[in-house]
């Protein structure tokens, strides 16, 4: 588990949650999963209070299930919460490409060319984590200039249950369209027109909404 690894001394408990987080979603821990505290402190190098309070996070956020003195395990991955999962990070997204349009400058335009590239790239040759993260990159210059703080705060804490699916398309080379979308929606964003920018944002996310119906 490559995300399982001992972290630093500072902010403990969100720097456990963030690894334990990152090894669910990229199937490292895998859907029904059994997982304890004292385990995974002791591969963490932490104390098992900090893994505990990202269990309670986890369980929140719905990565994790847990029936008391019984188990935690890792929830299936289920169409239905990753459907209502898409729509509303969709929303956010939507909210904040209206918003941040405007104010986008030819840097964040560059930011957004650079990461729908390196996206593409990593599609065609597999490569799940590096797509991830310049998709990620993409959409986070779009919710940061928009400078909404409850969007980004819903987007983080919806997007972990979508990528789970997410990855697997990734990983089978299906996400190809999504590049050209991307693509469609940074030159609505170059151009200042707001409103096609906002129909790109809906359509890429509409499309993992029929994913999940699939």
């Known amino acids: 588990m490559e995300a399982i690894r001992p972290v630093g ?27 304890r505290d004292a385990e995974l402190a ?9 893994v505990r309070e990202a269990f309670s996070r986890l369980v929140d956020e719905g990565l994790l299930e847990s029936k008391p003195q019984s188990y935690t395990r890792v929830t299936p991955v289920v169409a239905a919460d990753v459907r209502d999962a898409a729509a509303v990070v969709g929303a956010m997204h939507e909210l904040a490409t209206r918003v941040a349009v ?6 964040d335009i560059a930011t957004m060319r650079e990461a729908n590239a390196r996206f593409a790239t990593a ?14 990159e993409l959409h986070d210059v779009l919710i940061r200039a928009s400078r909404n703080r409850a969007a980004a705060a819903t987007v983080a804490r ?30 609505a964003c170059a151009h200042g027109d707001t409103d096609e920018a906002v129909r790109a944002t809906a359509e890429i996310w509409r499309g993992l909404e029929e994913l999940a119906a699939d």
């Open 102 to 107: 405007p104010r986008l400058s030819a840097v």
């Open 42 to 50: 002791e591969r963490l190098g932490l104390s098992r209070a900090p």
């Open 9 to 35: 001394r500072t902010l403990l408990r969100d720097r456990a949650y963030a690894a334990i987080r990152d090894a669910i979603v990229a199937g490292e821990i895998e859907p029904g999963a059994v997982v």
């Open 158 to 187: 919806y997007t972990p249950l979508i990528r789970r699916l997410e990855r697997r398309r990734f990983g089978e080379g299906g996400a190809c369209r999504s590049a050209g979308l991307h693509e469609r929606l940074i030159e």
């Open 123 to 136: 599609v065609a040759r597999g490569d799940v984590d590096t797509a991830v993260r310049a998709d990620d």
